[in-house]
């Protein structure tokens, strides 16, 4: 009897035990299904950010105005030696403009000429009557006028600073000293305003996106993620990380998924990932620096997270977001574009409005820079790339939302 009840004390206890594990397991994993409070997005936002608005599984999607900028990197252009005879009457000089056609000059002394000049006149004078030679800031002056004038409206508009013999364009996209007519080629050479520019990030050019653009305010999360997708492969673990150790054919698996939504059919939205001038133009919020906060890559760490500031990454929202209120536009993890990734595409780009990058190739964009990034590989130019189906730490993503 005695060890009757024992035994039977015993089942109970095991019982219980179970019973309370049972309920404990039920709760840790109902727990994992619910959605977990996110940093505030919406706290000291610049004047300037976007309107937002907020996706069935709690995405913060900004609402961006249509409009245009210049994609990619300026060049400067630098002439050297410009004293007043350096120059002659009928030297020509090439400038292509971001459709790639070609603009001819040609440098008329207005003391000499003695008639029509053939190509589009700069003039100058130097003072072989006058006694007043044109200065190096009249002689630059007067070739950006003549630049500007001659090239399609807001297709290309340079400005030009002189500082002594030197001469500096700003805002040429393509330009190369063998295609100047001097005595002296040695005397036009080429310059980039940013020394971290690639080749890749060349010629800029004019970019128009033609549609109001609604884009994930941060990257996707792994709490976002997981309630598309089930689980998630990312090396660290947190709700409001940002979701990594994704290829570029996940990620599209993604946007598939959260478009599938009955919610999300509900409200008409479908997802896709952004295309690489999206992406920049968001990135960029009106700006033409290296960095849309301006030229310095030591400020970088107050708005994204990259190798000198952190070893991993971190919960998104955690910096200060661009004028136009998105965040870890730099760092954090690269975020996979839409197009396929050539080095050469920018000097082939055949149209400016919402461009979708090369129809073939492997290997897909990334932009914006990670947490192992130096600073010069997390400016808004900058082109990352890799292929479509490599899974790393690195890189995740960020939506465009379609609404019908």
């Known amino acids: 009897m005695t060890y009757a009840l024992k035994h039977h ?34 706290a000291n936002l610049p004047p300037s950010a976007k309107p937002r608005e907020v996706n069935s599984i709690g995405m913060t999607l900004a ?33 292509d403009d971001q459709t790639g056609n070609s603009q001819r000059f040609e440098l008329i002394d207005t003391d000499t000429a003695k008639k029509p000049p053939f190509y589009s006149p700069v003039r100058f004078s130097s003072g072989k009557k006058t006694n007043q030679p044109s200065s190096p800031t009249q002689i630059a002056q007067s070739m950006a006028e003549a630049i500007n004038a001659q090239t399609k409206a807001g297709n290309l508009q340079i400005n030009v600073k002189v500082v002594g013999t030197t001469m500096h364009f700003k805002g040429i996209g393509l330009f190369s000293a063998g295609r100047v007519n001097t005595d002296n080629d040695n005397r036009v050479i080429v310059r980039k305003p940013d020394r971290y520019a690639s080749d890749d990030e060349r010629p800029q050019h004019r970019i128009q996106i033609t549609d109001t653009l609604i884009l994930g305010a941060t990257e996707v999360t792994q709490q976002q993620w997981n309630q598309v997708m089930g689980s998630n492969k990312s090396i660290a673990q947190g709700a409001h990380l940002p979701v990594n150790n994704i290829s570029y054919t996940q990620a599209v698996a993604f946007c598939a998924a959260l478009s599938g939504l009955p919610a999300e059919k509900a409200a008409g939205r479908t997802y896709r990932l952004p295309t690489e001038a999206e992406w920049e133009y968001a990135c960029r919020a009106g700006t033409n620096t290296p960095y849309n906060y301006g030229q310095n890559p030591s400020n970088l760490t107050d708005y994204g997270w990259y190798r000198e500031n952190t070893e991993q990454i971190q919960v998104v929202g955690g910096k200060q977001c661009n004028q136009w209120g998105l ?78």
């Open 9 to 42: 004390a015993r089942r109970f206890t095991i019982a219980s035990l179970l019973f309370a594990g049972l309920v404990l397991v039920s709760s840790i994993s109902s727990h994992a299904q619910q959605p977990t409070a996110g940093p505030d997005l919406d």
């Open 63 to 95: 609402v961006l105005d249509a409009g245009a900028f210049q994609m990619g990197a300026p060049e400067y252009v630098v002439q050297v030696a410009l004293g007043g005879n350096r120059f002659r009457s009928g030297q020509i000089f090439i400038i």
């Open 327 to 404: 965040f870890d536009m730099y760092g954090n993890v690269s975020e996979w574009c839409q197009d396929v990734y050539a080095a050469e595409y920018y000097g082939n780009v055949t149209t400016e409005k919402d461009p979708t990058g090369p129809t073939t190739g492997t290997r897909r964009v990334l932009r914006g820079g990670n947490f192992m990034s130096q600073a010069s590989s997390c400016r808004s130019s900058y082109r990352g790339q890799a292929p479509a189906d490599i899974e790393s730490q690195l890189n995740g993503l960020r939506v465009v939302c379609i609404k019908r």
